[in-house]
């Protein structure tokens, strides 16, 4: 069955550093991924996709995403967070069941960035 | 429109009510998702639509959870006899309909049931 893991429920990073976000995934065939990010009282925002080529893939505000194959991997990471960043971060996988192109979601990584 | 979008934003609802969430996708997105996002928990597939195919409901976690779209747009979320454990931020998306694409997601409607 399809599942994401996103093993970290916090992180807190300074304003500046480098951030990485783990992500590993369980899925039978090639799978397609996502990385969301969500601000308080808001929806999902799409901060990148891999679908297939490139492995490494970037995304908006600056964040990037490397998919691992044989790590089952797809960590999305940031050379340098900005306070803006704080927000709550969610890998998804992307499957084919039942005809609906679903999307199965990691419980979210919380980011807080300190001064 | 310029995204998806969903009504109402928050709705507090008493124990054994019935709730309706509306929403209305990217013009021209024929397939529509509602998720469920729990406290604590990532977010839940709920049911599928796709243009005018039977929806994918696999997702409902009871019977007292439907939805239905008119004419290929706007979907309605109905949650009837509310118990407390449907407390949660539901989250509908759209896409195109063409196989492995991106889901855009609306700001999703925060319900408590008291």
């Known amino acids: 069955a399809q599942s994401v893991t996103q093993p970290d429920i916090h992180i807190t990073v300074s304003e500046g550093a480098s951030l990485e976000l783990r992500c590993n995934y369980s899925?039978?065939?090639?799978?397609?991924l996502f990385w969301y990010v969500q601000s308080p009282g808001q929806g999902l925002q799409l901060l990148l996709k891999y679908f297939s080529g490139d492995t490494l893939v970037q995304g908006i505000k600056g964040f990037e995403a490397e998919f691992k194959r044989s790590q089952s991997s797809f960590n999305l990471r940031k050379p340098s967070v900005h306070w803006s960043d704080a927000a709550e971060y969610f890998c998804?996988?992307?499957?084919?069941?039942?005809?609906?192109?679903?999307?199965?979601f990691g419980t979210g990584t919380r980011l807080t960035v300190i001064p | 429109g310029a995204g998806v979008s969903q009504s109402p934003s928050n709705k507090v609802t008493e124990k054994g009510k019935d709730v309706e969430l509306r929403c209305d996708p990217i013009?021209?997105?024929?397939?529509l998702y509602w998720y469920r996002q729990s406290l604590g928990q990532g977010l839940e597939f709920l049911i599928y639509?796709?243009?005018?195919?039977?929806?994918?409901k696999s997702g409902l976690p009871s019977d007292r959870f439907s939805a239905e779209r008119t004419g290929g747009s706007v979907s309605t979320l109905t949650i009837q006899r509310t118990q407390q454990e449907d407390s949660a931020v539901y989250l509908c998306a759209s896409s195109q309909g063409r196989g492995r694409e991106t889901q855009y997601f609306g700001p999703g409607t925060r319900l408590l049931v008291l």
């Open positions: 998804a996988v992307g499957a084919k069941q039942t005809g609906a192109n679903n999307l199965f």
């Open positions: 899925y039978g065939a090639t799978p397609y």
């Open positions: 013009s021209g997105h024929t397939a």
């Open positions: 639509f796709q243009g005018n195919s039977a929806p994918d």
